[in-house]
């Protein structure tokens, strides 16, 4: 490079990087620890930062090697003997031959060392072991013989553990660390990376140059200007252009910022946002919204009942309104279940399976005025844990109640709601729910697929008659989970639970 590049270049450099040149420069090669000490730089971060800069312009070349340092679990296990060599020293007292129970008996090994002094026995070639009459017979080999006066390498390497801290890996015969790995509680392993240091050609050439170190300033202070500082002081460089780590700022889960958004697109169309309690009576979670008595999802096997409270006091002004609806359709004009309503199962407390039974408690309390209100919230259900379901999930549910209410108004909402939530393509299909008539499910072209995503219908005269109700209700949901699942693609539901926290810092906002 030319004296003009080569001073362009040196105006780029940090002190530590000046530091850095210089150093390498006198010792030519180095780890970062030697570095440190040579250079007078404050921290190893002080030097790696420094070299990282210096690498990505080309001038440092930092060669990397992975290594292995073992050390013992326990200090103490250097002084106690292996459970093989205690027993080769019994069957020297014993003249070459024992049987297991009297090794066992000696008091030298426990049970469990036994069984384990039989098998390094064996694998070292020791002892011979054969069975006599239903006896477990030891015989010490000529092997064992000689290793009666000499330690084994895997002993003579744990005495060396017990006099050092560590012992790199690469200075030990493979053999002896895989059997030592194998017994599980002697040895551990430690892995780090060693690095060293060394200019490259352009930065041989650049460190030959005056590298001066002047104070620098980072940045430009009040301080500094009302005093005038800022005139003479020596300001840091900065390249915009060079290469900057990704940051990753604190954010929402995406499913709270899902919900957030849901919840922006009801208000913005003039709902208000309704809560309720997880635990529910059948009452209000089943027999309110026309779904009978002997029903599936009532069972246990769909349904999360309590046992504390097992029973809900019921409200008195609604029990027999609701009897008579299932029974024999009240005044409503059906003929309901036709069967004999029971108040005790209605009582029954229980984890809200839907999100349905916030919105029917809320029109119960509000049967008359115009409304539209919305609510996202858990629901949970017996259900096996697989890709595509979970036990607790949410659900997300509105409903729209005026006068002159009607099938037409209602796919007008929800054309109107998929679109904000970034579906225009929907289609309608006729379909079925117990207190829904008529019901339709919404699919929304998604990625050149149509994709199910929820629910729809007017409330039927068996349920809102017996509340008071006036007027038709309109009312649809859809699972979060899935709406999640699609817009994010993912394929494993259980994914969007999993504390995956790369996952959770690429995900876009």
């Known amino acids: 490079m030319d004296e003009q590049e080569l001073q362009d270049l040196i105006r780029t450099f940090s002190n530590p990087e000046k530091r850095l040149l210089r150093t390498l420069a006198d010792i030519e090669r180095a780890p970062p620890d030697q570095l440190r000490k040579s250079g007078g730089f404050k921290s190893l971060t002080e030097v790696m930062s420094a070299g990282s800069w210096l690498r990505m312009k080309g001038l440092v070349q930092i060669d990397e090697e992975p290594v292995v340092y073992v050390s013992l679990k326990k200090k103490q296990l250097a002084s106690k003997e ?22 066992r008996d000696s ?26 009459g239903g006896t477990t017979l030891l ?41 030592l790995k194998s017994r599980k509680e ?114 246990i096997q769909d349904t999360f009942y309590m046992s504390e409270p097992s029973m809900i006091d019921l409200p008195d ?35 809200r399976t839907h999100t349905t039974v916030n919105t029917i408690r809320y029109l119960a309390e509000n049967p008359e005025s115009p409304l539209k209100v919305f609510g996202v919230g858990r629901v949970f259900r017996h259900e096996a844990i697989d890709s595509t379901h979970l036990p607790e999930f ?18 007008g909402l929800l054309k109107e709601f998929y679109k904000l939530m970034g579906f225009p393509n929907i289609r309608i299909r006729p379909s079925y729910f117990p207190y829904t008539e008529p ?42 989970e899935r709406l999640a699942m699609v817009t994010m693609g993912i394929k494993d539901i259980r994914s969007l639970y999993l504390s995956d926290v790369d996952w959770l810092k690429k995900t876009p906002l």
């Open 107 to 132: 008091g030298k090994l426990s049970g469990q060392e036994v069984s384990i002094a039989f098998g390094w026995l064996k694998r070292k070639g020791w002892a011979d072991i054969r069975k006599e």
């Open 394 to 411: 949410h659900q997300i549910e509105g409903i729209a109640m005026e006068e002159g209410a009607s099938l037409q108004m209602l796919i």
């Open 439 to 480: 019901s339709l499910e919404v699919d929304a072209e998604f990625r050149g697929k149509w994709l199910e995503l929820g629910g729809a219908g007017i409330f039927r005269p068996e349920v809102t008659e017996p509340l008071g109700v006036k007027h038709p209700v309109m009312a649809w949901g859809l699972g979060l």
């Open 82 to 103: 292996l459970p093989e060599r205690r027993a080769l020293k019994l069957l020297k007292k014993a003249r070459g031959q024992m049987s297991m129970g009297e090794m």
């Open 186 to 299: 002697i040895i551990k392993e430690r892995e780090m990376t060693l690095r060293e240091f060394s200019l490259t050609p352009a930065g041989l050439e650049v460190s030959k140059s005056k590298l001066p170190i002047k104070e620098e300033v980072a940045s430009l202070t009040p301080q500094m200007l009302h005093s005038g500082k800022w005139e003479k002081a020596e300001f840091r460089r900065y390249d915009v252009q060079t290469f900057a780590p990704t940051v990753h700022p604190g954010k929402l889960h995406p499913l709270g910022r899902l919900i957030q958004s849901i919840r922006e697109i009801f208000f913005s169309l003039g709902f208000s946002e309704i809560e309720g309690d997880y635990i529910q009576s059948s009452f209000w979670n089943m027999d309110a919204l026309f779904i009978p008595q002997d029903h599936p999802a009532r069972e």
């Open 139 to 179: 015989t010490m080999t000529d092997k064992g013989k000689e290793a009666i006066s000499r330690p084994g390498a895997d002993e003579a390497f744990i005495a060396r553990l017990g006099k050092e801290d560590e012992v790199l890996a690469s200075e030990v015969e493979p053999k002896v660390i895989k059997d």
């Open 317 to 351: 002004d609604k029990v027999d309104l609701i009897k008579g609806v299932h029974e024999n359709g009240g005044g409503t004009g059906s003929i309901g279940w036709g069967y004999q309503w029971k108040r005790d199962v209605a009582e029954k407390a229980m984890l």
